[in-house]
């Protein structure tokens, strides 16, 4: 049973405009949300991050929306930029546990 | 400060046989988990060590098992390798009271290849 699905594989996205990842989730009982970007040959690295009881979170570049009603949150990435190019990995967990529930990933491509 | 480092960084071994893989946490955390990347799909959680003791584990057989030292590195020893053992394996340390996990940093990770 698959708690956590990034249903994109993929996404291509031009330089300079926004890039929109998705994310969907089955179990009601998360209430943390994370998102890591992973480089080929390291790992996973924290981008960013949102609780239950907000709908959401910013930082730079970086949005993460959260929909409980939809069991859904989104990244938003404002203005694309090459160095963002990399997997994009959503996770999820409830608080009063430690085990992160990982997505497969979408990877990201940002055209010049 | 230095970061999360694991080793080795690839290694080859054939079914049946055992393996060890490290983990040093970055400097002051004292908390490690490990997880078993397949390929084309997201981390999945093995076990975590707070303190040097096992703090829970996720679906992994016995033949997984771990031990954190009093400096906070890390293995993860498999045993009875199988074809289907191949994977990325990652450790990730983070400083947690132990009662909730806090951002996890991870580490490179060790490639396993079992033939």
């Known amino acids: 049973d698959q708690q956590v699905k990034q249903n994109s594989p993929s996404l291509s996205v031009q330089e300079g405009r926004i890039s929109i990842l998705n994310c969907d989730y089955t179990n009601s009982m998360f209430d943390y949300f994370l998102w890591y970007k992973k480089y080929p040959a390291e790992g996973p690295t924290f981008l960013i991050s949102i609780s239950s009881i907000k709908d959401k979170n910013e930082d730079g570049r970086f949005t993460v929306f959260l929909n409980k009603s939809a069991k859904h949150l989104s990244l938003h990435i404002v203005p694309s930029q090459p160095g963002d190019s990399a997997v994009y990995f959503c996770a999820a967990r409830r608080d009063s546990n430690y085990q992160l529930i990982w997505g497969a990933g979408t990877k990201l491509i940002i055209k010049p | 400060e230095t970061g999360v480092t694991q080793s080795p960084t690839h290694l080859i071994k054939t079914r049946g046989q055992q393996v060890t893989l490290r983990c040093s946490s970055q400097?002051?955390?004292?908390?490690v988990s490990w997880y078993q990347q397949a390929l084309g799909q997201g981390p999945q959680f093995i076990f975590q060590y707070y303190r040097e003791e096992e703090n829970g584990r996720g679906n992994f057989p016995p033949r997984f098992s771990g031990l954190q030292f009093p400096n906070y590195s890390s293995e993860l020893n498999v045993n009875a390798l199988e074809l289907d053992d191949s994977a990325l394996y990652l450790c990730?340390?983070?400083?947690?009271?132990?009662?909730?996990?806090?951002?996890?940093?991870f580490g490179p990770g060790t490639r396993l290849l079992v033939l």
């Open positions: 400097s002051g955390h004292n908390t």
């Open positions: 990730a340390s983070s400083l947690d009271s132990g009662t909730g996990g806090k951002t996890q940093y």
